[in-house]
């Protein structure tokens, strides 16, 4: 048996963020890698926690609800119109 | 709505890389509200997340945003470019929410307050159900006896309309501290270190809470991918 698997799936799916984060200490660091060369589950854990950040990153121009949007805008024509100063 | 996403991978007007700051500051500046218009809706649904992390309900959320793109845009002047726009503007909700947190608290019960504390992101335990691993009288104890299936879905598929309202449906009902993290990480895109700034956090705990926070995502995921396929 090698290195990887003396850390336990239920441990790895706990340190992945760390792990992607480059947060761990080398050692840990490579017996994860290793880790995740030799099992599936965990590949494809790592795989979707990736796929979940990467399809969060789509959502950054939610719509907002209109009646928020207006208000803002709103707020920004006030302050136009309050501020200008000539020069 | 869609040119805007589509635009994220590049040349939208206004999405600009933070070198672009100075250009968007001075449009601003000149009055221009389409310039406006688009940095609020890019960054305003963040903007409550974070508000969300220290006020309590919604509609208090709104106010605070509301406060908070006021004192960016009568603060202008005040930006010196040292930081990126958008590490300013959601440093801004964070002094906005952080005082009206404060003024919440001292106005309602204490039991009440405490239940939006910021504490309260601060669960434990595992973040994958105990059940989907191998017992310890097993042979291969902590590994997985049902592990997550691949998705394989085409590109097509995973950025289709219903996989991103599912993603987002479970974004809005995380805990308040985790979700303000994920939207500043993974939805904004903005750096650890620049979450860590933001919202006055030591990096390990970001990490804690970026973790939960993407592991009930991901399971959100899972269960819609798996059980709409099987
Ligand atoms: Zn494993």
Same mark, same amino acid.
Not at chain 2, 33 to 49: C, G, H, I, S
Not at chain 2, 57 to 82: N, P
């Given at each position: 048996?090698?290195?990887?698997?003396?850390?336990?799936?239920?441990?790895?799916?706990?340190?992945?963020?760390?792990?992607?984060?480059?947060?761990?200490?080398?050692?840990?660091?490579?017996?994860?890698?290793?880790?995740?060369?030799?099992?599936?589950?965990?590949?494809?854990?790592?795989?979707?926690?990736?796929?979940?950040?990467?399809?969060?990153?789509?959502?950054?121009?939610?719509?907002?609800?209109?009646?928020?949007?207006?208000?803002?805008?709103?707020?920004?024509?006030?302050?136009?119109?309050?501020?200008?100063?000539?020069? | 709505?869609?040119?805007?996403?589509?635009?994220?991978?590049?040349?939208?007007?206004?999405?600009?890389?933070?070198?672009?700051?100075?250009?968007?500051?001075?449009?601003?500046?000149?009055?221009?509200?389409?310039?406006?218009?688009?940095?609020?809706?890019?960054?305003?649904?963040?903007?409550?997340?974070?508000?969300?992390?220290?006020?309590?309900?919604?509609?208090?959320?709104?106010?605070?945003?509301?406060?908070?793109?006021?004192?960016?845009?009568?603060?202008?002047?005040?930006?010196?470019?040292?930081?990126?726009?958008?590490?300013?503007?959601?440093?801004?909700?964070?002094?906005?929410?952080?005082?009206?947190?404060?003024?919440?608290?001292?106005?309602?019960?204490?039991?009440?307050?405490?239940?939006?504390?910021?504490?309260?992101?601060?669960?434990?335990?595992?973040?994958?159900?105990?059940?989907?691993?191998?017992?310890?009288?097993?042979?291969?104890?902590?590994?997985?006896?049902?592990?997550?299936?691949?998705?394989?879905?085409?590109?097509?598929?995973? /950025?289709?309309?219903?996989? !991103?309202? @599912? $993603? =987002?449906? #479970? +974004?809005?009902?995380?805990?308040?501290?985790? *979700?303000?993290?994920?939207?500043?990480?993974?939805?904004?895109?903005?750096?650890?270190?620049?979450?860590?700034?933001?919202?006055?956090?030591?990096?390990?705990?970001?990490?804690? /809470?970026?973790?939960?926070? !993407?592991? @009930? $995502? =991901?399971? #959100? +995921?899972?269960?819609?991918?798996?059980?709409? *396929?099987?």
């Amino acid at each position: 048996m090698t290195d990887g698997l003396d850390i336990d799936c239920d441990e790895l799916v706990e340190i992945v963020t760390d792990y992607l984060d480059g947060a761990l200490d080398a050692g840990t660091h490579r017996r994860v890698s290793e880790h995740l060369a030799q099992c599936d589950g965990c590949a494809t854990y790592v795989e979707q926690m990736l796929e979940t950040a990467r399809i969060a990153g789509t959502l950054r121009a939610q719509e907002l609800r209109p009646d928020m949007r207006e208000r803002l805008l709103g707020a920004f024509r006030g302050w136009k119109a309050a501020g200008t100063p000539p020069g | 709505m869609d040119v805007r996403q589509s635009g994220r991978a590049g040349a939208a007007p206004g999405a600009a890389a933070d070198d672009g700051d100075g250009a968007l500051v001075r449009e601003l500046r000149a009055g221009d509200e389409r310039v406006f218009a688009e940095l609020v809706d890019r960054m305003t649904p963040a903007m409550l997340a974070i508000a969300a992390g220290y006020v309590p309900g919604r509609s208090v959320a709104e106010e605070v945003v509301q406060e908070a793109w006021l004192a960016v845009l009568t603060g202008l002047d005040r930006f010196e470019g040292r930081s990126s726009l958008r590490t300013w503007v959601f440093g801004i909700v964070v002094n906005v929410a952080r005082r009206r947190g404060a003024r919440e608290r001292r106005s309602v019960p204490f039991s009440d307050a405490f239940a939006f504390a910021g504490e309260a992101g601060d669960e434990v335990g595992p973040t994958v159900d105990p059940g989907r691993f191998r017992g310890r009288d097993d042979e291969w104890p902590g590994h997985w006896a049902s592990p997550p299936r691949p998705w394989d879905l085409p590109e097509s598929a995973l /950025l289709a309309g219903e996989v !991103r309202d @599912r $993603l =987002r449906a #479970a +974004l809005d009902v995380l805990p308040p501290r985790q *979700r303000m993290v994920v939207h500043l990480r993974d939805v904004q895109g903005l750096a650890a270190d620049e979450v860590c700034a933001v919202l006055g956090i030591e990096p390990g705990n970001q990490r804690v /809470l970026l973790h939960r926070g !993407r592991a @009930r $995502l =991901r399971q #959100a +995921l899972e269960d819609y991918l798996n059980g709409d *396929r099987a």
